[in-house]
Each structure stands twice: as structure tokens, then as C-alpha cells.
């Protein structure tokens, strides 16, 4: 892969992480939903913006997605996937859980890194190793800090690295997969909605203006992150998606704070310390090794 497709790879990437670590704010003005709620929207939604966008450009790989059974089989079991990681997520922004969802977050990239050399073969240069390191003090620190398993954050790491593995591995097209992930749920999502409205208990019904608008708004809020997302993992090695993931989770972490007012001990402040130490052996490593490439490029074409 060339630079350019390198270039573009980590610009998607940089900006799905920069409008996931803002969502924290999008949720939250919907709080007077229930969360499963806001789910099943979230859902539908996504696949009506999706549907249009796809009518508009003419698009049809969709069909061919669906013809495939081995195709089916993965984009069943990333529509579930994604699926438990939006409701886990929303639920907890609007519990008062933003702090742990960011911690979640912060767990997720080691998954990446380890998926990374696991399934895809990815070497790790020793200064990596020290940033993985020093990422996961940091984590292990603010877990152990909780003084009980972190359910939540477990559930967000786990859901989404293995959701971007099955992207990833199988090449999947980020507009069309997820197209079709949400074309998958969708009907469990309206049948949720209809059964809510019929039972009386809708958020919807009572809901602000504003509120329904963000509703409305809410698929094209997902569905553009994720496009962006897809399009970097497919260009970037998997274990640097686990390093740039830390821009979300922090912006999460200093709204659930200075927004929110959540906790932030000083367990957190170690943790966060050492994280962001991590960080930053790790972009030396990557511009040592981008000059170090580059050097060998001027020296073959001389």
C-alpha cells in the first residue's frame, strides 16, 4: 500500500475517533429516552439514511452481500456485534457511565494490537512494545482501580475490536456492510419500536422537538464515524487503529468529567498519565520508521 492510501487510511480513522469521542454529547440531550429505545432508532434510522444514500449513488454490491451464505453468516454476526456496542454505549452515557464507557474505549485498542499479531501476522517493533506496555499499566491501573470487574467496558472493548477484526478481515465495504448489518436488525428494531408504542411506554411520544430531531438525525450521526472507520482499517495496520482509538476515549473522559461531572480520582489520573506516556513512545516509533523509510527510498532512486 502506498503512502497516499496510508495517508488517507489514518485521516478516516483520525476523524471517526474525533466524532466518537464527541457522541457523549449527542446521547446525553436524549436522555429522556430510554436507551434501548434510542437503540432501535438509532438502528432504523441508519438504514434509511443508508438506503437513500445507496438509491442516490446507484449502488447495488448490497445484493451481491446477500447472495453470498459465508457473507450472511459474517454480516449477521457483525450487525450483533455492533448492535450490543451502540446499546452498551448509549446506555451507559445516559446512566452516568461515560467515565467507564471511556475506559472501555481505552481497553480496546490492547485487543486491537493483539488481534493484530494474532490474526494478521502485524510485527512489533520493541518500542512498540514499550508503548503497549505503558498502555496497559495504565489500563490495568484505572481497572483495578474500580474496586469490582467493569462490566460495561468490557463489553464496549470487546464488541468493537472484534467487530473491526471481521471488517477487516474479509474486506468488508463500510457503506454496503453496514447497509446490510442494519438491514439485518432493522426488523427487531421497528418491532421493538411498535411494541413500545403500543404498550404505552414510547419516550418518543412525549419527547421535546428537539429530542425527535436528534432521533431522526441519529442514523446519519452513525453511519458516517463508521464509513469513515471502515475505510481506515481496510488501509492502515489493525494495531495502529488501536493507538489512534485513544483520541476517542479521552474526549469521552474529559466531557464525562468537566461536562458531566462524573468522578475522576486520582486512580484515573495515573491511569491517564501513563496511557498518554504510551502514546507518545508510540508516535516516535512511527515517525522513526516513516524517516527511516523514506531515507531508503531517496537512496534506491539514486
Known sequence: MNDSQSLRGYLFAIGAYLMWGVFPLYWKAMD?????????YRIACSFVFLLLF?????RK????YLKEPKTRLVLFITSSLISLNWGTYIWAVNAGHTVEASLGYYINPLVNVF??????????????TV???????????????????????MVLAFTFAFYGLFKKKYALDSINSLMAETLII???????????????ESGAVSAQPTVLVLLA??????????????????????????????????????????????DFSGDHVVSFALIWTGLAVYAFSAVKEFRKKKKKEKVSVV
Do not use: H
Not at 54 to 58: D, I
Not at 235 to 261: A, D, E, H
Open 131 to 153: 508503548a503497549i506496555v505503558l498502555a496497559f499499566s495504565g489500563v490495568l491501573y484505572q481497572t483495578v482501580g474500580y474496586g469490582n470487574f467493569p462490566w460495561t467496558a
Open 186 to 200: 432493522t426488523p427487531v428494531a421497528v418491532g421493538y419500536l411498535l411494541f413500545d408504542f403500543l404498550s404505552g
Open 32 to 40: 429522556s429516552v430510554p436507551a434501548m429505545e434510542i437503540l432501535a
Open 54 to 58: 445507496n438509491l442516490v449513488l446507484g
Open 217 to 262: 438525525f441519529s442514523g446519519i450521526a452513525t453511519s458516517v464515524p463508521l464509513y469513515l472507520f471502515g475505510e481506515g482499517a481496510k488501509r492502515i495496520p489493525f494495531s495502529s487503529l488501536g493507538f489512534l482509538q485513544y483520541i476517542g476515549p479521552t474526549i469521552m473522559l474529559l466531557i464525562g468529567v468537566f461536562f458531566f461531572g462524573e
Open 115 to 128: 488481534l493484530g499479531m494474532l490474526i494478521f501476522n502485524e510485527r512489533m517493533t520493541p518500542m512498540k
Open 61 to 64: 454490491e448490497i445484493f451481491r
